[in-house]
């Protein structure tokens, strides 16, 4: 009786298995996304500047704006599946005209959760700001782990003005810059 209760249970197991393994389908990639219409890539730190540091166009240096923690992102392009995310918080760093704005937000660890792109849309005064993220082409198992990231948008020299800085999604509040 033993011997049937074990065949039949190693059965059911191998059933299960074969089920969860055999009949499951490589998920479909999806179409490429098209080029976005305005990128700006985030600025980081030279290979000879300390972390922290971001040397604007002609050079100097610009303090890092928000203290909210976070690992860095640097998009790469081309990932699967890519779909806008809602920040929790932008800020602002001016030096000068210079402007930089730091996009913080939660999301889930790579290869599984990858930035692929930021938009920056601009109209008289405002600038509203996408974070695009996707997945990587590999077929791995995701864990379901928060982690708080954020990245540079370099907004460049700006006319002296009041700006609106906007999250694309309406997850971040907008924030008021003023370049003197």
Do not use: N
């Not at 932008?90 to 290869?111: K, M, N």
């Amino acid at each position: 009786m033993t011997h049937r209760r074990r065949l039949a249970g190693s059965l059911a197991i191998a059933t299960l298995v074969a089920a969860c393994t055999g009949a499951a389908t490589p998920p479909q990639s999806a179409p490429p996304s098209p080029t976005p219409p305005a990128m700006v890539d985030p600025i980081s730190s030279g290979p000879d500047q300390p972390i922290g540091t971001i040397i604007p166009p002609g050079g100097g240096t610009l303090p890092v704006p928000g203290t909210g923690g976070g690992d860095p992102e640097v998009p790469k392009p081309g990932q699967l599946e890519v779909h806008p995310l809602a920040m929790t918080t932008l800020t602002a760093s001016v030096s000068g005209h210079h402007v930089v704005i730091r996009a913080d937000w939660v999301s889930g660890v790579e290869p599984c959760s990858t930035l692929d792109s930021i938009l920056v849309a601009t109209g008289p005064l405002t600038f509203t700001i996408t974070i695009r993220e996707g997945h990587g082409a590999a077929q791995v198992m995701c864990i379901d782990i928060a982690k708080f990231k954020h990245a540079l948008v370099d907004l460049g020299d700006l006319a002296p003005g009041t700006y609106s800085v906007a999250d694309g999604q309406s997850g971040a509040a907008p924030i008021q810059v003023i370049v003197d």
